[in-house]
């Protein structure tokens, strides 16, 4: 089945460390995104990628980083200088050109957790 | 700055009845609104797009409206079932096709 696979589904960070979610679909999606969800508050956009090797900075990039190598992959590294890691971390994808074609495919999330 | 606020933040109401969610917005030069679900702990679930030219989309027993001009969409879910129990999101498209979301409204269904 066709998807996006996310990994770990959980993580525990001490601070200081630098950690890599994993995001990868094979729908074949051109566009990815990461989003960041706490409690009581809309997704906000970390970084997209509309193509491989390219990508942009969201509403709330600084403390992350990304790459898009493959098109398949669009990991997500919190770094030591993101200073309120802790939330639930969703990649998208969707596919790019078709208009009114802006449905999102989400994947099932990973909660971070600093301790 | 477009602003989607989505009220109440949480809503009980026993199965079987029909129901509201309610979702507003600031600025309404729109491109499209999605009304997704999740489930806890799990990713989001597209479930109706309304593009800005169109009143309305139905899906089974959900039914999405749009307002442009009051900058309001509603979510209507006609007989409730357990199963519902979500939080649901409404997220707004602008022309650059980013999403602007809502902060979603928690359902909960007795049965």
């Known amino acids: 089945d066709g998807g996006i696979t996310q990994s770990p589904k959980y993580l525990f960070r001490k601070e200081g460390q630098n950690v890599t979610l994993s995001c990868e679909q094979n729908l074949n999606h051109d566009a990815m995104y990461w989003y960041r969800q706490d409690p009581g508050q809309g997704l906000r956009l970390i970084y997209y990628s509309q193509i491989v090797n390219d990508f942009q900075k969201g509403d709330i990039a600084e403390g992350y980083s990304v790459s898009r190598e493959k098109k398949e992959s669009f990991p997500l590294t919190v770094t030591s200088a993101q200073k309120n890691p802790t939330a639930f971390y969703l990649c998208?994808?969707?596919?790019?050109?078709?208009?009114?074609?802006?449905?999102?495919?989400f994947g099932a999330g990973s909660r971070l957790t600093v301790l | 700055k477009q602003e989607v606020t989505q009220i109440p933040a949480a809503l009980s109401v026993p199965e079987g009845e029909n129901l509201v969610l309610n979702c507003s917005f600031t600025?309404?030069?729109?491109?499209?609104l999605q009304w997704f679900r999740q489930d806890p702990g799990k990713g989001l679930t597209s479930l109706l797009l309304i593009q800005s030219s169109q009143r309305e989309q139905t899906s089974g027993r959900l039914n999405a409206s749009l307002d442009k001009s009051s900058g309001r969409s509603t979510l209507y879910i006609a007989a409730s079932q357990p199963g519902d129990s979500a939080t649901y999101l409404c997220?707004?498209?602008?022309?650059?096709?980013?999403?602007?979301w809502g902060a979603g409204t928690k359902l909960i269904i007795k049965p």
């Open positions: 998208a994808s969707k596919t790019q050109g078709v208009a009114g074609a802006n449905v999102l495919t």
């Open positions: 600025d309404s030069a729109i491109y499209n």
């Open positions: 997220a707004v498209a602008n022309s650059n096709y980013q999403l602007i």
